[in-house]
């Protein structure tokens, strides 16, 4: 049996617990105190920061938890507030001395509370807390220099996708409406569907950004593909004819981002439908390797230099009027795959989901991932995706075609027609 350090009704401490837990204690403050002298440092603060206050604070957080539990919850009180007491002196201290940051002094109390809290056997969370704490102080210049690049345009549409999605969301009625078949109208579930890819969208808007202008032309591919294929495919597509020297490296852009595609399908259905998601696993793996497979294998081929001048546009951050356009389109699709499927049987959906994914691949995506099991079985709707991804593919071929060089042409007749075949193995093997 262990010996126990303090044994009380509201707190037991073994020994082999307390010098786990003292040596949790002492790392966090060490890696905090870290972290904060080396940044004190470079920026030459002349307020407390070192390795030493920051172990010492989370120590007195330790032990006050003890004087706790001991004695009384007024001596932890009055600890607390006496090392309050001292960081408020050195801010005022600093503050005079021209520098007004708060996050030394707050990140003090945060060390203090963490010795408190690993006492009581939240390593863990104290842990991985600790971690995100941090990340988020080291990463201060980095911050500072993305904050730098945001326009005022990204930072309303920012706002705007957290006030639709916050505060406007979850007032939507969740319920359907119509008449069979045509009851799969859900107004909750048509936002969710505007706020998922609209912040899609975002997220690719600020990769693109961020990452996009020295990524290098084959993650440019596949961060363009996380917006649109198509739009990627059209730029490329005129860059490769401009110069036709280019035509390897805009194969490769155009590639990488119509392999994503069946990427963003599978993000759809893991959302929408786990059932269809884990049906269309195994075919949209296989078409997706094969995908980036034949894309790595032209990258590699060719050797060719960097584009420097194709950037993708980014547009908007979040087009609302888009957004909308596009929950107008998903309730189209999911009216008339639905009649499809009512009226005309196993065919007229499949029918009806090539002729949508001509235009678009989420909307077709999200529609049948809804319908499966209630009105498609599961087969049927993972047809219905597969069969509308390969039109959009023949499509981005075709815009290909059309805005292209023939050098380009060569290598995407190769690149699509392995996503093509491979698409056309998944469906058989499904039917």
Known sequence: METLLIDLDSFSLSQRDFFIRLAVALGIGAVIGLERQYSAMNENSTGFSGIRTFVILTLMGFTSGIFYHLFSIWIYAAILLGIMALIASSYWYTASQGDRGLTTELTSIFAFLMGTLVLHGYVEICLTVTVILVVVLSSKFRLKAIV????????????????????????????????APFDVINPREIGWVIILTSGLGLLGHILIKFLGAN????????????????????????????????????ATAILAASSIMFFRVLIWTFIFNANLFTNLLPALVFILGSGMGITFYIYKKKYATEIKDAEIPLGKPMDLKGALVFGLIYVAILLIVSYANQNLGTAGTLISSAIAG??????????????????????????????????????????ASYAGSKELRKLLFLGYGVLLVSSLISILLLL
């Open 215 to 250: 990524s290098g032309i084959l993650l440019s591919g596949i961060l363009g593909g996380l917006v649109s294929s198509t739009a990627v495919t059209w730029i490329f597509s005129k860059k490769s004819k401009e110069n036709k020297s280019l035509s390897s490296q805009c």
């Open 148 to 179: 730098g690049k945001i326009t005022p345009t990204e930072l309303y549409d920012f706002i705007l996708f957290v006030v639709l999605a916050l505060l406007v969301l979850p007032f939507l009625p969740n319920q359907t409406f119509g008449p």
């Open 358 to 399: 001509l235009s678009d691949v989420d909307a077709i995506t999200i529609s049948a991932s809804k319908l499966a099991e209630v009105k498609l079985d599961i087969n049927t709707a993972s047809l219905a995706i597969l069969i509308a991804v390969m039109t959009n593919t023949l499509v981005k071929l075709g815009i």
